[in-house]
């Protein structure tokens, strides 16, 4: 079983739609969780930290929850440009390695 | 101010080869850590560095070395390249304590025939 586990997609979906994506951990130790982003040839980038109490940056929203080892990412009124690859990540905290999900693709379509 | 570089960009190499990969930190990050992402999969932990030591290894053959030298900056190296390290090779860099974010460099992208 993959440590952190993903849907690979590709989501298929037309602007301004609102898409969510799951992804379940298996170390029941981890402490800090993530979601990046990656386009296409492209280095990941930190999308948005998740916490507990779940939080919100504009149009994406994340939530965790512990005691089912679930994250899930939000993206309301999708855009052209929110195509990507979306990368579930997981650590134990500060200053420990990065445990990444296969990634979601999304394709946002006119 | 300047993100995680990485040299070479690109790289052919062939079987039985050998290769180094460079990278530089963020200025006032102390931490390096290498990843390798097979097409089509998630990025892969291979160390991370601290302070010129190294503080993790993942699950990868003896063939994959690293080191840390005293400006922050880091080299992995493989050895007896297979056809099976064709990949791309990320390398982040973190301010480590308090902070989780890892910030990534462009990658390097090694192609082995």
């Known amino acids: 079983r993959k440590e952190v586990e993903q849907d690979p997609g590709p989501f298929n979906v037309p602007e301004g739609a609102t898409v969510a994506f799951n992804c379940t951990y298996s170390?029941?130790?981890?402490?800090?969780f993530f979601w990046y982003r990656q386009d296409c040839r492209k280095e990941p980038k930190l999308l948005m930290s998740?916490?507990?109490s779940g939080n919100e940056d504009g149009r994406f929203t994340a939530q965790l929850n512990r005691a089912s080892q679930y994250i899930s990412l939000l993206i309301r009124d999708s855009k052209l440009s929110d195509s990507a690859t979306y990368l579930c990540v997981v650590s134990l905290g500060a200053g420990n390695m990065l445990t990444f999900g296969g990634g979601t693709r999304l394709m946002v379509k006119p | 101010d300047a993100g995680v570089t990485q040299s070479p960009t690109h790289l052919i190499k062939t079987r039985g080869q050998h290769v180094t990969l460079r990278c530089s930190p963020i200025s006032g990050h102390k931490s390096v850590s290498w990843y390798q992402q097979v097409l089509g999969q998630g990025p892969q932990f291979i160390f991370q560095?601290?302070?010129?030591?190294?503080?993790g290894r993942g699950n990868f053959p003896d063939r994959f070395s690293a080191r840390q030298f005293p400006n922050y900056s880091s080299e992995l190296n493989v050895n007896a390249l297979l056809l099976g390290d064709s990949a791309l090779y990320l390398c982040?860099?973190?301010?480590?304590?308090?902070?989780?974010?890892?910030?990534f460099g462009p990658g390097t992208r090694l192609t082995v025939l």
């Open positions: 982040a860099s973190s301010i480590v304590k308090g902070i989780d974010e890892q910030f």
């Open positions: 560095y601290y302070e010129k030591e190294e503080r």
């Open positions: 998740v916490y507990s």
């Open positions: 170390n029941s130790a981890s402490q800090s």
